[in-house]
Each structure stands twice: as C-alpha cells, then as structure tokens.
DNA sequence: GATGAATGAGCGTTCATTCAT
DNA sequence: GATGAATGAACGCTCATTCAT
C-alpha cells in the first residue's frame, strides 16, 4: 500500500504544479518538493515527465468518469441525465482548482498527442454526452438534427471555458449550481423567448 | 514597409511552427528557417520568445475582431447576429488551420498569463459574444434569466472545441455551414423538442 | 564460507556484466540482478563499484597466477616456460571470454590508477615473463642485447591484443594452439627466413 | 577556416582531457574549458559526447596512417618497412603522450563498438602491418608459417603496451631508438641466440 | 545478514538570447 | 539592418550508495 500511497502524493504534487506553473515550466523537482520526496523517487513511479502529465489524466478523469456514472446510473431521463453532467462537471471543477486548470491548459496539448496513441480516456468522458443526446433522440426527447458528436463536443467545450472562471483573478459571483442551472436551460431550450 | 513585412512573415511563421510544434517545443530557430530569416533577425522585431506569442494573438485575435465586427455591422438584429458570429469563427478556423490550433492550445496558456497583463485582445472577442447578447436581452428576443457573461464563456467553448475537429486525424464529416446552423440552432431553441 | 560463496557469485557476475556493457556502462543493479542479490547485499562485500572492478582483477589475476605458476614449476628451461606461458595464457582467455574482455578493455583504465597504488597483481602477471626471460639470459638461451623489462610488456601486449580475436564478431579461424605454436616460434627465431 | 579552427581545438582539448581522465570521468564541461570555449559550442561541430572521441580517433589514427604510409614508401624491403613502422608508432607515442594513453585506454572501449559499424579507421592501421608481412611472404624475406593476420594483431598489441611506459610513473630508462632497435630486432630473429 | 525503496548529486544536452561582423 | 556563431544557464534523468525494516 506504501507504494501506492506515494504513487497519490506525487500525482497530487503534480497537478498542483502543472496548475500553477503550466506543464513546461514545471520543473522535476519542483514536483519532488511539492510531494516531499527525492527526485530521484519520481523516477521509481512514472517513466518521465509526460508520463505523469498523463496519469493525472488518466487518474483524474477516471475518477471523474466512474463518479458521473455513478449518478447517472440513478437517472433513467436523458433530459436528466444531461443535468446530471453539467452540474457534477461544474461542481468537480469548482471544487478541485488544479484540476480545472490542468484539464483546461494541459489537457489540450496532451489530446493531440494522446488522439495518436489512443489511450483515451479524454473521449471516454467526451463519449458519456454523446451517449445522452442518443438516448434522449431515441427516447423522442431531443432534436434529431443536431448531431450528438457535435453536442458533446460543445457540452464539454462550453463547461470547460466556464469552470477557469471560478479560479481567474476578475469576478465571477455565480454559484455553480446557477451556472449550471442556466446551462441546463440554455442547451434545453435556447436563449430564444418563445413567441407566445 | 519593409520592416513591416518582415514582421508580418515572422508571424505567419510561427503561426505555423506553434501550431504544429506548440510554443515550448517550437525552437526560435525553426520559426526563423519557416520565416526565412535569420535567428538573430526576430530578435529586431520582437523581444522574446513569448513576445511573439503574444503578437500572433495580438495580430490574429485583432484581425478576426476587426472582420467580424464589419459583418455584424450589417445585421441589427441580435439574432442574427450571434448566427453571424459563430459562423464566421467556425470558417475562419476552418480556414486556417494553424490558427485554430494554436487559439485551441496556446491561447490557454497564455490567456492565464494575460489576464494579468490585461493585454486583454482575447476579451475583447469574447465580449463582442456578450455585447451581442445584452442587446437581445434589450430587445427582448433574448431571455434574462441568462447572463451574458455566462452566454459567452459558453458560445466561445463550444466553437472553440468544435473549430479542431476538422484538423484532427478522425473523421469529422460536417461542414462549417451544417456545424454553424446546428449550433445556431442549438443556441436558440436549445435540444428538447418543444411539447405541442 | 557461506559469505564467501557470495563473495565469489558477485565477482563473477560482475565480470560477466563489466565484459558485456563495461565498467561504467555496468549498473550495479545489472551485477545485483545477474548475482541474484538484492543491490545493498553487494555493499556488504565491496566498499564501491571500483572495487567490485579491483577484487575482479586481484582473483582472476590471482588464480591466473597460481595456475601458470603451478605449469612452470614443471618445466626448467626458460624456452620452455615462455611456451608455456603463451599457450596457458591463450587458452585461459579463450575459455573466459568474459575475463579476456574485462582484462583487454577495463585492465588498462584501471592499470593507470592501480599503478599509482601499486596493488598490483597485474604487475606481479607481467613479472613472470620478465623472471623466464632473466632465467634464459643466464641460461644462455636469450639474447642479453633485448631487456627483460622490454619483453614483458611485449609478450603481454601481443598476448592481450591476439585473446580479444576469438570473441570478435569477424572470423578468426585459428585454434589456440595454432596460434600459441606461431607467437612461440616468432619470439624465439623471429619473422626472418635464416640466410643458409 | 575559422570553424575548422575550433573542431581542432576541442579535438585537442578532448584528446588531453579524456587521457587524464578518460572518457567516463571527463566531462564536457571540461573539455569546453580546456578548448576555452562554452559548453554549447562543441555541440556546434560534434553531435555528441562519444562523437567527439570517435573523431579523436579518426582524426589522429587518419594523421598516423598518413604519416607512416609516407615514410613506407620510400622503402621497398618488407624487412625495412617493418622497422620504420615500428620506430614511427613509438616516436610518435613517446611524442603525443595525450594520444599514447588515449589509443591504450579508449580506443578499446571503443573499438568493440566500432567493430559493428566498421567505421574502421583502426584496422586500417592494423592492416598496414599485414600487408608489409604478406609482402614479406610475397618477396621471400618473411616466414610463411607465420599468419599476417596474426603478425599485425601482435606487433600492434606489443607496441601500445610499450608506448605506454614513458609515460607511467616508474622508471623506463629507455629511448624510443633503443625499444625500436629491439623490438625491431626481436620480431626479425628472435628471442633465441642462434645455434651456431 | 539481506533487502530494495529512497535518496540526491551529477552531467549531457538544449536552446533562447546576444553581439561581433 | 541582417546574420548566425557563440554563449551558458537550465533541467530531465540516471544510478551509486544508504538505511529502515
């Protein structure tokens, strides 16, 4: 167990640093220090630098993945389920800082490399909105043209770009559940006012 | 003007080399061989490596602010508007590949960096987003449950996510008009269909 | 004598390792794994990795030593004892590929220092040849006009530089024997056809 | 003209340092020191470390060769060019004392490498004593029993091992003339006094 | 005695930046 | 203004050595 306790410490450490210094400006042993090991030690877990940018990646967003199906699991509406999502992305990202920041700025440099390799767990979490809008255009809930791959791209975009807001310097007054509430309600029915 | 065109060439270069290569591993001197200039040449134009960064967005960011700006003065209404917005940054990225990678990678990075700095070109295109919806609210075409702010974190995500998909290895079938109008679309009347 | 057991496997696993990649190239993790011990037990036997190098050559020089000793307590002419010194030194290297390698290339980086320490078996080797010449002069088998001290260093090096050519990826088609009936006859009447 | 200047300086930078040293103990910093010039510079005119001893050795042994095959030619007799290549190798090893320990220590190293990719400026070198003993055969001067393939290996290995004793610390009273003349003598007739 | 996880000093190499020409 | 050779600080990674178990 010791060996996985500081497999955490130092996945922890790193997205913490690669939050506040950006991946390439992150040194080694900024790392180490951050996880109170040598760093030397760092070596004994992960391959290389990259590598660790990668199991935040792969740690995180399975861990986000398996907690969102989890509450997914208790929903049976599309309808529902696609508040679900935005409303747990939000709050995950409202809560875990460094997360948001490295999903936000890293994660973009690392899909071009990762699309290659395939090790995808990025479209995994991508693949849970597409799966939503299909069932909801199965169950007759939602809009038939407008393609799912196209929803998820834009679900997963437009929350992305709002869940940086809590953690920039300027304002940002709204809760997470007003944010998602007018989220919901946006990708639901439109920002139109319908004729009457 | 000479000087000026030199400028000009240094920053469609490294454009292109940020772009395929991201601004940490792209090498001062591979954007002076794509520029055909010398090493020390950038350094008369800019002041560093970051420097040029920043111009390209200064540079792309004004040009793409200063074209769309011209064709929603055509409009008036805020409907419309939002409609010519997204189709315009859809086909500009659509357009220029190299551009939409690095708004898509770098502009991250930097716009933590930026946002201090307040050298803030980056928000004046999203606010053009914001000023387009407070003029619906105004007009009473859009709803005012929803803010602006909010609106336009969330109309830049989604294009911005949307603009890499033609770029990238997978099949992404869609043109810039159907993606445009399904997003418009989407914006407007959002995904449930409306009950009878 | 069950540490001495150790000892031994740990010698001639690091002699394997140091002829297959070479002192420096050798990690002592590689001698830990091909001795099956764990790293730390080697510190248990060696105060460093020089010494493993050092005991490697102190043994095997050793043993060397012993073993011609023991050959040439058997002849009495000088002539015959350099033949015997040649063919025994021909065949040990080409049943120990391992040691012929560690002694042709890591000899010499460690002769340098070793000298200066004067720990020298490697010498007390080359004083062999020097002692049979000395004998033959007195004998008045040798020739007094070519130095003992000469010949030692020469008999070593074409001994040394010949060893290597078995375990050489190029043919070299020539049985120890062979070779040892042609470096004895050359030293002793040379490379000249006599004038009748 | 000038860049080929600093190759050769840091090539006798290199050759000094990695014979004090040796190429595991040298560092780059040191020969950039001693060839007073920065670090980055030699990366500028080698790729690498081990290429700048590679280029050591094609270098020097390139000069060697050339040297000698000069002075080989304006002799006809094997039996005379055998001596000047004798007399040649260990002027110029009591000469370049840098280049004597450099040959003895690291060409060996090496030349376990080089021998897979046959860049092979060494044997070229070997190989000229070989072709002097077949032409010794050829004209009937030079016993055939004798293998020239054999006679080139030793000769060699019998001249590194003693052109590396002027430069040790023990006392090695004599001249270059004096170990050639025996040397030289030693591989025409031998060890054995005539019967007569 | 034996282990092997942890350490941290050390070094090869890169590359943004400078400056003599 | 333009060049590109030269610089040297910076950093990822390795591995001999230690020490708690």
Redesign the interface.
Known sequence: MKSTDKHRKIIRAATKVFAKK???NARISDIAKEAKVADGTIYLYFNNKFDILLCVFEQELGKLIEHVNLLLDKETSA?AK?EIFITNHLEEMKKNRYLA?VI??EL??TA?II??YRKNTFNDYLKIIGVI?EQ?QNE????R???PD??Q??????????SI?WH???SWP?TPEE?SA??T??????????AT
């Open positions: 950006g991946f390439f309808k696609l920041e936000h700025i973009r440099q071009k699309r290659e809008i909801g007759g809930t939602f809009r043209d407008i393609q196209v929803v791209q834009v679900v997963f975009g437009a929350l992305d770009e709002i807001c920039t310097g300027s709204y944010v007018q989220l309600s946006l990708f639901q029915t439109g920002l139109l006012i319908p």
